[in-house]
């Protein structure tokens, strides 16, 4: 099989409201972006994923997409979209953006136009409008909590349909099987490739098309909980909501194999390695379904988001995802945060300990084979922010009236240099829009940079060592439940000790060359007895 660049890539999340203030209004932006490709270059990175950049009215952070060809005033101009993905050319970095096909914002003129008009019109037919009186047409639920319905004005002011927002009410869903539909997103497709695009991550990959009959759902409470963080602890009951999603009413359904066919004649029309990696949430059995050669080129990996730190769930957890795609010749994708998920640091335990086997979990990851996705932020330690819940913007929040926090704490503005807030992100003195903790001080990159044991330094050491990794996992038993060893090609092997004490290495490894340690950063000649708890390890065995 050929390679191409995404199979074995490392790419950077970026979320561009956070990452970096170009224009001092204290809101990150593009011109923010290429300012700092060179940091992002340095740091070993692939190719960068830019978050949603388009006009919207920002009630889902930017997944509501007023125009998905025009970019919002807020992150600059279409020219600074064009001299980003230049730049990072110049760089050898491929430029990725986020398209959101299932969903478009209240402020999308179809909308407006569907509201406009009447029941039964063209305008309507766009989006999923049924009559069902003073009841919603069904017992789907919103992923954020509350009814997936919301119920108009006519025009004439009285009380009307109802449309389904699998999302936020303010994210109406299109209607996948109005072909004006389908061919308005090939447009933006070819809008974004002929603006030299390598890729696209496509939003709810799985949840374009619908049942159209709009059955109710046997548990669809439960279905929402299929995809909480929160509420996956590994268990067999979390295990089994994940079933049902499969071909459900409004997820993972066969009709979009059909789309993602016309998609990926388009992909593959353009000169270059263009690529499509789906957002999809499927149990693993769906998966191949969306990777093949006329699917989509790649689906994320989420087990990362969730696996409990454990040697023994850890090596099934890899040994499933491989598999999952290997089925069809596609290369798994890794991923130990991202702007919807609690930071890895947080959801590991949080302080010292957190960031322990944070920093243990990402050399676990960075030696796997297939591509790597790493959020904005991670390659620093950050931990989830606290906000105060008189800052909160997450729709989450709102629609579950509190009870679930939402994301926000992961999505503040990232610490460039500085002792105290902004940190260098913006020249404003207007707050940021989330604030940043007090504490973030040793957190910056700066400080980070100068610190050869910092998170930055590791991630910049293992994103660049892996390139050099080739082959197949193979599994080594470590005699020890807690400790977990795999090798790829050229003697290196990966060692993890997620147990309370010291492991006592096995001679071969006592006698390797270290690489890489998650604690100390840099090798030293005197820890190679021992894997302390929390800690991974790389290794090369001399040949
Ligand atoms: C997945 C995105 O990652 C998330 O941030 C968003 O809220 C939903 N899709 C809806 O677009």
């Not at 490392?10 to 700092?36: E, I, W």
Request: with cysteine; glycine share 8%.
């Amino acid at each position: 099989m050929s390679t191409k660049w995404w199979h074995e890539a490392a790419v950077y999340q970026v979320y561009p409201r956070s990452f970096f203030d170009g224009n001092g209004d204290a809101l990150g932006d593009l011109v923010g972006v290429h300012s700092k490709l060179h940091y992002l270059k340095s740091l070993g990175i692939n190719a960068i994923w830019l978050s949603p950049f388009y006009p919207s009215p920002q009630h889902d952070s930017g997944y509501d997409v007023a125009d998905p060809r025009g970019v919002d005033p807020m992150y600059g101009t279409l020219s600074d979209a064009h001299a980003l993905i230049e730049k990072a050319h110049e760089l050898d970095i491929k430029v990725m953006v986020d398209v959101v096909p299932n969903h478009v914002s209240i402020e999308h003129p179809w909308f407006a136009a569907a509201l406009a008009s009447r029941p039964g019109s063209v305008e309507r037919r766009r989006f999923h409008f049924v009559d069902s009186g003073d009841e919603p047409p069904n017992n789907w639920v919103s992923m954020f909590g509350g009814p997936a319905w919301t119920r108009i004005r006519e025009v004439d002011g009285s009380l009307g349909q109802w449309y389904l927002h699998v999302f936020d009410s303010s994210q109406p869903d299109l209607n996948w099987t109005n072909p004006e539909v389908a061919a308005d997103w090939i447009t933006t497709l070819r809008f974004w490739l002929d603006a030299g695009v390598d890729g696209f991550r496509v939003d709810v990959a799985h949840g374009l098309a619908k049942d159209m009959t709009y059955s109710d759902l046997p548990d669809p409470v439960g279905l929402t909980q299929a995809l909480r963080f929160d509420l996956d602890d590994g268990s067999p009951e979390a295990a089994s909501r994940r079933l049902l999603i499969e071909n459900s009413g409004f997820f993972d359904r066969d009709e979009l194999q059909e789309i993602y066919r016309t998609w990926r004649e388009v992909l593959d029309s353009y000169p270059g390695d263009r690529m499509a990696v789906g957002e999809a949430w499927v149990p693993a059995h769906r998966a191949g379904r969306y990777v093949s050669p006329t699917s989509l080129h790649q689906i994320f990996g989420f087990d990362f988001l969730v696996v409990a730190w454990n040697a023994e769930i850890m090596q099934d957890t890899i040994t499933r995802a491989i598999a999952s795609v290997e089925v069809v010749g596609a290369f798994p994708t890794w991923a130990l945060s991202n702007h919807d998920s609690p930071r890895v640091v947080t959801r590991l335990g949080g302080g010292e300990k957190g960031l322990a086997r944070a920093r243990a979990l990402a050399l676990v990851a960075h030696a796997l084979p297939g591509s790597i996705y790493v959020y904005q932020g991670e390659e620093l330690g950050l931990p989830d922010a606290p906000i105060a819940d008189s800052d909160r913007q997450d729709p989450v929040f709102f629609r579950t009236a509190g009870s679930h926090k939402g994301r926000d704490g992961a999505r503040v503005p990232l610490p460039w240099s500085g002792k105290q807030a902004p940190y260098g992100f913006t020249d404003s003195m207007n707050p940021t829009w989330l604030p940043q903790p007090s504490d973030w001080a040793e957190l910056t990159v700066s400080a980070e940079q100068d610190q050869p044991r910092s998170t930055l330094s590791l991630y910049s050491h293992s994103l660049q060592l892996r390139a050099q990794f080739s082959g197949a996992v193979g599994f080594i038993e470590s005699g020890d439940p807690a400790v977990m060893i795999y090798h790829r090609d050229e003697g290196i092997v990966i060692a993890v000790n997620t147990g309370a004490g010291e492991y006592l290495l096995p001679e071969f490894l006592r006698a390797a060359e270290v690489l890489l340690d998650s604690e100390s950063v840099e090798a030293s000649g005197d820890k190679t007895e021992v894997l302390p708890p929390d800690c991974a390890r790389w290794f090369r065995i001399p040949t």
